[in-house]
């Protein structure tokens, strides 16, 4: 009953071939992200965790609830607005932190963050392969088109704990970025009217009425860059004659500008940034400054043979994908300069305000909108490519369905699958999933897990005021972000005072340990240089910020 006749029918991707190249992917990918949720239970909060947190966390230790917990994340959010931070829709949500609810919450981070990047992404995908689409039944292509996509973005990320782990730092980047993703969708969706019910419509409309809110509120990369693209897809728009489009859509960029504004004119960050910007505040250098650096590290990451494996193997989808679309991919390389434009946009306001990026957090969402832009162009070009075969009539009477079909297909992903499962295998040290296993392997992680126990025995103790730990004897490389301090005088000491007062303690220190202890504590990582420390290829802040500078 299930297989019918049409699974092995030529005119198109044979559908028996496509489920099973669905399958594959799908399974890859969930073999890919195992590791990493495996190990989430060994996560615990950190540095701004604690400081965010605070007010949601005291209140639901005075026995209050979701409300009590949502008016302290506002109080939070109005709080760091005026003293140290515009960022409205990231304060709120950092008040959120799940530790709040009891440190063994927090091991829902990774869930969230790798769940929004997956969803976003595959969500844009799905909507980008079907728009404008001939045949408007079912069509899975999006999935073997995005999951390798997403494997090399998981499996490479810059900085695991900075992507998955830490809380507040990866909400402000990563799920601001997947926010993006799924507005630019909304907006698609409401611009053409091709989707829904008015109800629905109406629905849609508030859905991206309240993402838009967060997404300006949010960090400035994604704010700058989605304002960007929805202000030039509008403006290509009416070049088309189509002022429909801005009529349906034009509150959603004017809502993201809005916000971007309240989060400038804030008194904390215009303390924040008059205590940053010393030599620079020139526009033009931040501006080039923000496309040199963004060409080098294109260039750097391109050269992983993986990607360029990945890309061979999502090739023949995006090509059938684009050959059933109605869209006429005219001007490549406009394209492509656009787009490039609007991926360098992204690191401006750091290099405006102080010279260099953010952080990892940053360089995180840097490194997954490069590889969507990247897949991004390459349909772009395969469409404008296939269409200029069909109109010289060079395909020699085939379509690109009958090559595409089959046990061709299938040989081609699997000896592209093979190459790209050895390369990584090669480079596993590299790999974010390699160092999860590595490290729950040697019980780096659970050694981590039960010296936090063993700290939270006596934070949660309210008879001990004054606390005084050891050094943590390991510092998992996919699971550790910031230690408590040692010494009063250092810039990151702040953490301690956050941490006490999270707790209600009088202080909370670090003994200095002798130097047979500190030996210990930094665990040997090979592959750590190329994906964890390395801050000189991306221009980045050497020093973590306190709360006044963030």
Sequence with gaps: MFVKKELTRKDGIGKASLILLNVGCVVSLAIVVFPLLWIARYDYPSADDWSFGMRGYHALKAGGGLFDVLVAAVKSAKDAYLTSDGRFGNDFIDSLQPGIWGEKYY?????ILIGMLIVSEMVLFRFVIRYSARNRGPNWLWVPASAPMLVIQILYTP????????????????????????????FFKLGTRRYGSRLQRILLSIAAFVIAIFIGGGNFSTSLSTLLSACLIILLFLLQKDSGF???TWFIPLVIAASFVVCLLSPGMMKANAFRMTEM??????VWKSLSSSAWVLFRWTQNKAVLLMLAFVAPFLWKAAENMEFSFKYPLLFTLLTFGIYASQSMPDFYTSGHLGGYRQIVILYYSYLVWLVGNVFYWIGWWGGKLRKSKQDNGKTSAERLSGTRLLAYCGVLGIALVSVIYLDKTNISGYKAYRDWRQGLAQQYAE?????????HDEDIKEVEFQFLAYYPWTLFYLELQEDESDVTYWINDVCASYYGKTYVHISRPDDGERSKNKVDDPGSAATHKDPDDYEMAADTPGPEER
């Design 246 to 248: 801005l009529r349906r």
């Design 159 to 186: 900085s695991p704990v900075e992507s998955f782990y830490w809380y507040t730092g990866a909400m402000n980047y990563s799920f601001i970025y997947g926010l993006s993703l799924i507005l630019m969708v909304l």
């Design 281 to 286: 505040g020139n526009p033009m250098f931040a």
């Design 107 to 111: 091991a829902l981070t990774p869930w």
């Design 451 to 459: 010296e936090w126990e063993n700290r939270l025995k006596i934070l």
